[in-house]
């Protein structure tokens, strides 16, 4: 089943966000799950995550993709934080569920995804009901809370469930920085997969593109799709 195209809105001044909205066996059940999801280093690649989207929008998640940028002086903190801030309003806007409200990320967003559900100092209605991790490193501060995340959780327990997902066959980000959150996490629910760094994500590496582009092969399609579920049970989605 494939998810409509996504509907395309502002979050803050100049900046756009993708709305995923579940398919409409799902979408009749009544408001759904959320899932905000961060994407890596590359500046504005919303366009990367859709078909990790659109395969968590299949199994009844609503799925808010925003662009943001890691060039910015701030690194991008301020516009990761305002379409968090933004999340809950527009998913309520689009059918939404905001009280099962899940931050997620890959690659770069992985680690602000973690740090901000996780950080001792987020605000309570910033806070999410679950948080996953998706090929990341946690041992860096993350630019939205100044705090590397493995260490304040190997100081003190998650606030909320954590969900890791990492490939092992993935020559970008060695599987190993997933495994030492997990290690420093014993709560944490760690799903390794047979792919790499792209595909863990349902798609491909392009050089002519310099970014990577949706999946045609069976083993990245199989692994998004396992993505996909976790994002779902993290959201509380059989």
């Known amino acids: 089943m494939t998810s409509a195209p996504p509907e395309v809105v502002p979050y803050t001044d100049g900046r756009l966000m993708d709305v995923h909205r579940p398919t409409a066996h799902a979408e009749a059940a009544g408001p759904a799950p959320v899932v905000l999801l961060w994407h890596g280093r590359g500046p504005n690649e919303r366009d990367v995550l859709r078909p990790l989207a659109r395969a968590a929008a299949d199994l009844g998640?609503?799925?808010?993709?925003?662009?943001w940028s890691s060039e910015q002086p701030?690194?991008?903190?301020?516009?990761?934080l305002a379409s968090l801030a933004r999340a809950h309003r527009i998913a309520t806007d689009h059918?939404?569920?905001?009280?099962?409200f899940v931050l997620a990320g890959w690659s770069l967003g992985g680690r602000e995804a973690v740090s901000v559900a996780t950080h001792p100092d987020t605000p309570v209605e910033l806070r999410p009901a679950a948080a996953v991790g998706i090929a990341s490193t946690y041992a860096d501060p993350a630019v939205t809370t100044g705090a590397a995340p493995l260490d304040h959780l190997a100081a003190a327990p998650s606030p909320v469930p954590l969900?890791?997902?990492?490939?092992?066959?993935?020559?970008?980000?060695?599987?190993?920085?997933?495994r030492k959150l997990s290690a420093a996490v014993p709560t944490a629910a760690l799903v390794e997969l047979p792919t790499d760094h792209a595909g863990v994500v349902m798609t491909v590496y392009s050089p002519e593109a310099r970014r990577c582009l949706p999946a045609t092969a069976a083993d990245a399609l199989a692994a998004g799709r396992r993505t996909a579920a976790v994002l779902a049970a993290a959201a509380g989605v059989a």
Do not use: K, M
């Open 74 to 80: 701030d690194g991008g903190a301020a516009e990761l």
């Open 61 to 67: 998640l609503l799925v808010l993709v925003p662009d």
């Open 95 to 100: 059918g939404g569920d905001p009280a099962r």
């Open 163 to 178: 969900w890791l997902v990492h490939g092992t066959a993935d020559d970008i980000v060695d599987v190993e920085h997933t």
